[in-house]
């Protein structure tokens, strides 16, 4: 599976930004994304999580309210719509793939995009 994440970009503070993390290879339905952020200096974090129905969604605690995932199958792309951005959202935003449900640990992703930067100004 290979991850192509786009979207990134410079935003003020209170801004909105779209995501996209296109799919291709041996792509399945049965895979759940998520996407995970590191800042500089920072370990990576969870940001959000979707399965591949769309059933279930998971955020950090410091996201929810403001970004929303979601997918569509039928375009192997996964989106993560970024609204109210702040400072602290600054980092480089990776989306990843794996088989079935959503976990939030970075090792548990097997295939993993290259990350696209996102800088939230003040």
């Known amino acids: 599976v290979q991850l192509q994440a786009s979207g990134g970009g410079l935003v003020q503070a209170g801004g909105s930004l779209r995501l996209s993390c296109a799919a291709s290879g041996h792509t399945s339905s049965s895979i759940a994304m998520g996407w995970f952020r590191q800042a500089p200096g920072k370990e990576r974090e969870f940001v959000a999580a979707?399965?591949?129905?769309?059933?279930?969604?998971a955020y950090a605690d410091s996201v929810k309210g403001r970004f929303t995932i979601s997918r569509d199958n039928a375009k192997n792309t996964v989106y993560l719509q970024m609204n109210s951005l702040k400072p602290e959202d600054t980092a480089v935003y990776s989306c990843?793939?794996?088989?079935?449900?959503?976990?939030?640990?970075?090792?548990?992703?097997?295939?993993w995009g290259q990350g696209t930067q996102v800088t939230v100004s003040s």
């Open positions: 979707i399965t591949w129905n769309s059933f279930s969604t």
């Open positions: 990843a793939a794996r088989p079935f449900g959503i976990v939030t640990m970075d090792g548990s992703y097997p295939y």
